[in-house]
């Protein structure tokens, strides 16, 4: 994956706390949505809750719901600095030399693409930021930490990452990683927030099951971003130029690669007790993750990522 060298960037799609831990005082409550796969800690966490019997599902979420939604309290609120980025990651060369500017480059095509693509679904899109945090973070969700992974939050409209989790990706997942596959990380998060834009994430009722709305909700996320990446290359910076100039076809086998890895049935094979147990799916099977990321980005059409009008879901 190679961002072009001209394009320029704009920081605004960031809010940088990771020196004091967190945005706090955002207000709302609501319920966070899971990310790429969580991080190992909050995984680990789901899953034996989940698969010892604790999860309830239904409109009241689960018990592990509510462990998930306690990690990191305790987390001190703090003020963004974008300042270090403003100076740091002003064009797509920066892009290719800097994990943080690489990751504003794909905020910043992620929400062009969506920007012009969903009024044709009958909305108008509105940019959120992504907090950068370290360690703990408080949100309209509740505190989270590290563990918890990437989310969105649709009480206050963010996605939160501890960028530390792109190294998880690789040294716990065991996956190949790499910028694409980052930027898959945080086009699934925003592809919650345009479910949430659409409504759907507000239908969800069940959160547990191989065919639960909570899986649905995740696999059309994953088609979502997979959606994104047919376009990458296309999208334009707000002076017209491509923000993404090459997309390989092994960042796409990358992609895949860590789709599958963060699969239910994977997670509780090899981080969890080694049994499988679909009642307590949450994000689909690895298979699953993968052919709705390669519907996504065979077609190139939001509307081929219907998850809740079939039930063939692979």
């Known amino acids: 994956m190679k961002y072009n060298d001209d394009a320029q960037l704009d920081t605004s799609g960031v809010q940088d706390a990771r020196s004091g831990g967190g945005l706090g005082g955002l207000g709302g409550r609501g319920v966070a949505v899971g990310g790429g796969g969580l991080g190992l800690v909050g995984v680990l966490v789901?899953?034996?809750?989940?698969v010892l019997g604790g999860g309830g599902g239904g409109e009241g979420g689960s018990v592990a719901d509510v462990v998930l939604g306690q990690l990191g309290q305790g987390g001190a609120p703090a003020t963004a600095d974008n300042s270090q980025i403003q100076k740091e990651c002003r064009t797509g060369a920066d892009a290719n030399s800097h994990l943080e500017c690489a990751v504003v480059a794909d905020i910043d095509s992620i929400q062009a693409y969506w920007s012009a693509e969903l009024p044709e679904l009958g909305k108008r899109y509105t940019d959120v930021p992504t907090v950068w945090f370290t360690g703990q973070v408080s949100t309209g969700c509740g505190a989270a930490d590290a563990g918890s992974g990437p989310?969105?939050?649709p009480a206050d409209k963010r996605v939160y990452i501890d960028l530390?989790?792109?190294?998880?990706?690789?040294?716990?997942?065991?996956a190949a990683g790499g910028p694409f596959v980052n930027a898959y990380v945080l086009a699934h998060e925003y592809g919650h927030h345009v479910q949430d834009l659409l409504g759907t994430e507000a239908k969800v009722r069940t959160r547990q099951g191989p065919k639960s709305d909570s899986v649905r909700l995740e696999l059309q996320a994953d088609c979502y971003a997979g959606v994104w990446a047919n376009h990458a290359t296309t999208t334009p910076?707000?002076?017209?130029?491509v923000l993404i100039s090459e997309i390989t076809d092994q960042d796409?086998?990358?992609a895949l690669d860590a789709a599958s890895r963060i699969g239910d049935?994977?997670?509780q094979k090899n981080l969890g007790n080694g049994t499988v147990n679909q009642n307590a799916f949450t994000h689909g099977s690895s298979a699953q993750r993968e052919k709705w990321f390669t519907t996504g980005y065979r077609t190139g059409d939001p509307t081929r990522c219907d998850t809740f009008g079939t039930?063939?879901?692979?």
């Open 164 to 174: 530390s989790f792109y190294d998880d990706v690789k040294t716990q997942f065991g």
């Open 252 to 254: 796409i086998s990358n």
């Open 237 to 241: 910076d707000a002076d017209g130029n």
């Open 265 to 267: 049935d994977y997670i």
């Open 151 to 153: 989310f969105y939050c």
């Open 311 to 314: 039930d063939n879901l692979g």
């Open 46 to 50: 789901y899953v034996l809750i989940s």
